[in-house]
């Protein structure tokens, strides 16, 4: 088999030069800027000695921009199972949190990264794109239901800006890429057995054929996760099958795959918090299974109690997602220094959010009323007090992605397109919950008493890309570049709101298209070996985050009050775009300090300015209607952000590692706005949910056959509200992992038998994981940080 390579430096270091090492994490600066090594079919004696204490980093290509990458035995450390996105909050820079110590819940998931969220960020997997996260998906769906965690090679975090090629209309803030692992070389089977706390069972297993053919090879592997909310009896988790197919030969590497996954989430409800407020509670359960207590929780009206305001309790709510992703990528090796890919992909989504709830609460007796004027709406919507919400989502996208790289001298150019087509859809309906039949968080409604609204929004997204990789002396490369980013997007709504049935809205939501074109995204930088120990990076490049096409909610131009409204955004609002300015230097050195034996680590300093920042102004000013209401959608000004990393390794000996990432991030906006009624002061406040102060270690030791990790995670002071009048505590959290093998069980068919301890949140500390920001000030919505759990996972190979 021929592997390409270019005539770069090639750097392969125990403890690399250009990475943050540790026997806990491994953080490698390595994301390519333009060559890609066409890879070989993974060697299984590689992959099982990747577990040990400082593994061999190969660096074949060098940024100039800040990308740092985990591996996938690095990620299953922290937390078999974990959400490959989740595993990325022991980064500098990044915030991450959700109401579960997997990261599984997309209801109550917040992502911050240099104070842009988790929708203004970038997501591919194995190079396909993923959308922009939203949790009523519209074009993509998250990576851990693209992929099993455990079939995770690494991942990619470029926190300043991406590459150019990354396949995204949402990387305002840089882009997260994740790998799935290649098959193994040799024929292995591995299983692996999660326990732990709240009756959690998670089963993975996979077999690897090993190398038939000429340079065949292929695994399917399997997953099952099920698990008790920790806060209220809800089962949690699902199930997910990978397939993967590599064919490597001289001529060119071909890979397919195939991902199914089924998965139903219990969401919990948000705690609502109010200027003054001093009793509102820590978690919002659900009331489900318990119907008898549900039936008694109403008035014979079905209204909540009057001394729960806007905390009441509903019976329960869900998210059920079936996803199908797909690819096809043949790497054709047109010579000795030119690569030609192209992969094709396909991804279906049948997915459905569900809440059921009071029917007196919340505006619903109002809604309901232009559906059924006069009638006993009890009675109507079963005679239990509750009625059923689903938003109902589809999703079809299918897509191309093609790239050319190839040398001239000391040039190497990068080429390369990607087109998207993209169909999805979303229904809002309303059903009744029958008293003498309660319905199940576990099974999709049907039979509708309220259609109240359905959209179909066609788009097609085209992005271009050219870049120039110039190595002006053996010591630094100059790279530019520009990308054009060209969406086409068509909203319909084949069923259209009674009028008053949308809060804020008139008779019809908006239809129609809108087209936006960026033809020059610019990017520059410089990469300087300074010596054989520091390296100078230095990037500036211009992003945009194209308009979100989805219909009836969110920040979406196809969620607006009117026609008229639609067409005023149309003609006059702009795309939001950042220019980011980061530099940084990368060093390592052998030191003689007695038990202090090196040190490596990165530095970034950056500025951002964000520009033409769309907020969506909530038609309701505390966030706990469900009716779902047409804000308003403007350009209100511009943000500016500057920040500095620090992340470094101290390596004593080959057995304790202490790694640490210090980051400060300042984030303020430029402008005041307007509400439509009056001007809210937000210029010189800075950015809500994201925190100025991060810090974040990773303390390993190794014994023999035996290595633990203690992870701390300290989070600062965030603001609620865009004026800032309100603000959530600081906290600071530990986990730690133990990992052993079990040496009396190793024989000639079970290998590598391993047990592994893992507790979250190990300090039992209590707060805010997640702030929900949707107000200009007076109120705000938090999730609770989920309490102290145990796992315990058992693994072999056969």
Not at 764 to 774: L, P, R, Y
Request: proline fraction near 5%; glycine fraction near 8%.
């Amino acid at each position: 088999m021929r592997s390409v390579h270019f005539k770069k430096k090639t750097f392969t270091h125990s403890a690399p030069a250009l990475a943050i090492a540790s026997t806990a994490c491994m953080f490698v600066f390595v994301q390519p800027v333009f060559a890609q090594t066409v890879a070989a079919i993974s060697d299984s004696s590689k992959n099982e000695k990747a577990d040990g204490a400082i593994a061999t980093v190969e660096i074949s290509s060098q940024t100039t921009r800040s990308a740092v990458s985990l591996r996938g035995s690095e990620i299953q450390k922290i937390l078999p199972g974990i959400n490959p996105v989740k595993s990325l909050q022991t980064l500098p820079g990044v915030t991450f949190a959700t109401a579960d110590p997997w990261g599984n819940n997309e209801q109550n998931l917040s992502l911050f990264v240099h104070g842009f969220n988790g929708q203004q960020l970038g997501y591919t997997m194995d190079g396909v794109p993923l959308g922009d996260q939203q949790y009523g998906n519209y074009n993509g769906l998250s990576p851990q239901r693209a992929v099993i965690s455990e079939n995770v090679r690494n991942v990619i975090l470029s926190s300043g800006a991406g590459n150019l090629a990354t396949p995204s209309t949402s990387n305002l803030g840089g882009t997260i890429e994740v790998f799935s692992s290649d098959p193994l070389a040799k024929q292995k089977t591995t299983l692996e057995q999660t326990l732990g706390s709240y009756r959690t069972s998670r089963t993975y297993t996979r077999f690897d054929t090993g190398t038939f053919g000429e340079g065949n090879a292929a695994y399917i592997s399997i997953m099952r996760q099920d698990a008790r909310a920790w806060d209220f009896d809800g089962k949690q988790g699902g199930k997910q099958l990978n397939a993967k197919f590599v064919s490597a030969k001289p001529s060119g590497k071909l890979t397919l795959y195939f991902n199914y996954n089924d998965k139903i989430e219990p969401n919990e409800d948000s705690t609502v918090h109010v200027t003054g407020e001093t009793s509102a509670p820590y978690t919002r359960p659900f009331l489900y299974p318990n119907f008898p207590a549900a039936l008694t929780y109403l008035s014979p009206t079905g209204a909540t109690p009057a001394a729960d305001g806007s905390n009441y309790h509903n019976y329960y709510s869900d998210a059920q997602r079936k996803d199908i992703l797909t690819y096809a990528k043949y790497d054709l090796n047109l010579n000795e220094s030119t690569v030609w890919s192209n992969q094709v992909y396909f991804h279906r989504d049948d997915g459905v959010g569900v809440v059921a709830g009071p029917i007196g609460a919340a505006g619903l007796p109002a809604l309901f009323s232009i559906y059924f004027p006069n009638q006993d709406l009890k009675k109507v919507f079963g005679n239990s007090g509750y009625a059923t919400r689903t938003t109902e989502y589809d999703i079809h996208r299918s897509g191309l992605i093609s790239n050319l790289r190839t040398e001239f001298g000391n040039h190497q150019i990068e080429f390369g397109g990607w087109w998207e087509h993209n169909e999805s859809s979303a229904y809002r309906r309303w059903y009744p919950l029958d008293v003498n039949n309660p319905s199940s968080p576990y099974d999709r409604p049907s039979n509708p008493l309220i259609t109240q609204y359905g959209s179909e929004i066609r788009n097609n997204v085209i992005q271009l890309h050219l870049q120039d990789e110039w190595r002006v002396r053996p010591d630094m490369v100059l790279q530019a570049g520009f990308k054009s980013s060209l969406q086409y997007a068509k909203g319909d709504f084949p069923v259209q709101p009674k009028a008053g049935a949308i809060s804020g809205g008139s008779l019809a939501l908006p239809v129609g298209e809108i087209d936006t074109k960026k033809w020059f995204l610019p990017q520059v930088g410089m990469l300087w070996d300074l010596s054989t120990r520091d390296q100078l990076f230095i990037n500036i490049q211009k992003n945009m985050r194209q308009f979100v096409t989805y219909g009836g909610g969110g920040a979406s131009p196809w969620s607006l009050a009117s026609q008229s409204a639609f067409d005023l955004f149309k003609n006059t609002a702009q795309p939001e775009t950042s220019l980011t300015y980061e530099a940084g230097l990368r060093s390592k050195r052998n030191l003689d300090l007695g038990p202090l034996n090196k040190i490596d680590g990165q530095v970034t300093v950056y500025h951002v300015d964000f520009s033409n920042r769309l907020l969506q102004i909530s038609p309701t000013p505390v966030i706990s209607s469900i009716i779902g209401g047409n804000p308003i959608l403007a350009n209100v000004g511009s943000v500016t952000t500057d920040g500095i990393d620090l992340a470094g390794t101290l390596h004593f000996g080959r057995n304790f590692s202490f790694y640490n990432a210090l980051s400060y991030n300042r984030s303020v906006y430029a402008d005041d706005y307007s509400n439509g009624k009056t001007l809210v002061p937000t210029s010189g406040k800075k950015v809500p949910g994201s925190p100025e102060w991060m810090n974040k270690f990773v303390a390993s030791a190794t014994f023999g056959e035996i290595d633990a990790q203690l992870i701390g995670d300290y989070v600062g002071k965030r603001y609620a509200t865009y004026t800032n009048d309100l603000a959530v505590n600081s906290y600071f959290m530990l986990n730690l992992g133990v990992n052993a093998k079990i040496p009396m069980v190793q024989n000639n068919f079970i290998k590598n038998a391993r047990v592994r301890l893992n507790i979250t949140n190990l300090n039992q500390v209590k707060g805010d994981s997640v702030v929900v920001v949707g107000a200009a000030n007076g109120t705000y919505n938090t999730f609770p940080i989920a309490p102290r759990q145990y796992f315990v996972t058992f693994g072999a190979d056969f």
